[in-house]
């Protein structure tokens, strides 16, 4: 298995079917814990028909074998996929974990699904009493952001349970270049600064800004 999770963090694709080709001739391929960790090596080396191969022959799957097959299409760029995933996971009545709404949210922000992600960040809490972590907050920030509903998602960063955080505002701040909101895009970077001082990335990132603004002159 630490093979595996190697491979899946160098997204050495080569080198994890090799590895899965001695799994099955060792007879253990149909171990769940096994089979999670290729679903997951996978999706994480992009090789999403393998990964839905592995998912679907396991003859019984836990949270952690839905969670990465959820991953998988997230992470791959295939939200609407990922999410069909969630409500099988549903319809099979397996309880989700924090780590599964991280990649449900996830994939609501990169596909733009705002009123699902919405829907699924309410359900968390009132459905299975999970309370949202910092990542799940990541998730919906970036998703109102890329919705162009800055408000809520600056109101969100400032009222994170866990106190102040660079990469909320870094997620506020690509919004703005994306939606040309020169006045928040320097306020988001004045609390950059603020926190992390020698970051002279979001001082890049805010003359982008304005150059997406036409504002020539001040970036």
């Not at 997230?74 to 409500?87: D, I, P, T, W, Y």
């Not at 459905?127 to 162009?148: K, N, Q, S, W």
Request: charged share 20%; glycine share 8%.
């Amino acid at each position: 298995i630490s093979i595996l999770d190697a491979c899946a963090n160098l997204a050495a694709l080569a080198e994890g079917k090799k590895s899965h080709a001695m799994i099955v001739d060792s007879g253990f391929d149909m171990d769940i814990v096994v089979g999670n960790s290729l679903v997951n090596m996978y999706g994480k080396c992009g090789s999403l028909d393998d990964a839905r191969a592995v998912f679907y022959k396991l003859p019984e799957r836990n949270v952690v074998s839905w969670t990465a097959m959820i991953a998988a299409y997230s992470q791959n760029g295939h939200g609407k996929e990922a999410l069909e995933v969630f409500r099988q996971m549903q319809l099979k009545g397996v309880q989700p974990n924090k780590v599964t709404f991280v990649n449900v949210l996830s994939a609501c922000s990169h596909t733009g699904l705002l009123d699902d992600g919405l829907r699924y960040f309410c359900s968390m809490t009132k459905d299975y009493a999970i309370i949202p972590t910092v990542e799940h907050f990541l998730c919906m920030i970036d998703l109102l952001g890329r919705a162009g509903r800055l408000d809520e998602a600056e109101y969100l960063v400032n009222n994170l349970p866990s106190g102040p955080y660079a990469a909320p505002w870094m997620s506020v701040l690509g919004a703005c270049k994306i939606h040309r909101d020169v006045e928040r895009g320097a306020r988001a970077v004045e609390h950059i600064l603020e926190l992390n001082p020698m970051n002279a990335t979001p001082l890049i990132l805010l003359s982008n800004v304005y150059a997406a603004a036409g504002k020539w002159d001040d970036a």
